[in-house]
């Protein structure tokens, strides 16, 4: 089945710096990756995806890109603020009626 | 749109007592997850329903947890007797079929 792994568990960057996170999955016919952002005591909410027909998609100081042939996709944060600590995660899925697999997910802590 | 609604938001229980927990899920949604988060083991998948219909249910840790969706604007998870290790939040997500999922806000259980 499909497995997807996420790094690193835990990243700490300085205010106004850039964060990445990355996630690899294992099934070719995956085609759907969203990622999902949870504070302290909260839900999951998403943030952000990606359709395996594009590479690269942005949204103000997010953006994901996704690489099919070496199967991996990044969450990339720029010009990082403090409201942007809390918990990734990424997940994979194979179609529109089939579940998500989830990343173990990464804190991430912005320094001030 | 109120989003995925649950109920309760906290339960606080005894060992050996019946616990229900609802979710109604995004009006036109067709299908409904039932996770479980811990510090220990993060996001588990319990079981998700496409059209009211369970699909996957290997997630259900054991026979004392059930779940079921009667109509497409209804489900419920049971646990009966519940023990110290369920306590966890769980979730409840709505999908409209293009992948993305929906968190309705938790309920935190807390066994004792």
């Known amino acids: 089945g499909e497995n997807v792994e996420q790094h690193p568990s835990t990243l700490s960057v300085q205010e106004g710096d850039s964060a990445v996170i990355k996630c690899t999955y294992s099934?070719?016919?995956?085609?759907?990756f969203p990622w999902y952002k949870q504070e302290l005591g909260k839900r999951p909410q998403l943030i952000i995806d990606?359709?395996?027909n594009v590479g690269e998609k942005k949204d103000q100081r997010i953006a994901v890109t996704l690489n099919k042939t070496a199967k991996h996709f990044s969450l990339h944060i720029t010009e990082t603020q403090p409201e942007d600590s809390a918990v990734y995660f990424c997940?994979?899925?194979?179609?529109?009626?089939?579940?998500?697999?989830w990343g173990a997910g990464t804190k991430l802590i912005i320094k001030p | 749109d109120a989003g995925v609604i649950q109920s309760p938001r906290h339960e606080v229980t005894e060992m050996g007592q019946e616990v229900t927990l609802r979710c109604k899920p995004i009006?036109?949604?067709?299908?409904l997850f039932w996770y479980r988060q811990t510090m220990m083991r993060g996001l588990e998948l319990l079981i998700y329903?496409?059209?009211?219909?369970?699909?996957?249910d290997s997630g259900m840790p054991e026979d004392r947890f059930s779940a079921k969706m009667p109509n497409a604007s209804f489900s419920t998870l049971k646990i009966q007797p519940s023990e110290p290790r369920d306590s966890a939040v769980y979730f409840c997500?709505?999908?409209?079929?293009?992948?993305?999922?929906?968190f309705g806000p938790g309920t935190r259980l807390t066994v004792t």
């Open positions: 329903f496409n059209n009211n219909v369970p699909i996957d």
């Open positions: 099934d070719s016919a995956s085609n759907y």
């Open positions: 009006s036109g949604h067709n299908s």
């Open positions: 990606i359709r395996s």
């Open positions: 997500a709505s999908s409209p079929d293009r992948g993305e999922q929906y």
């Open positions: 997940a994979a899925s194979k179609g529109s009626n089939y579940q998500l697999i």
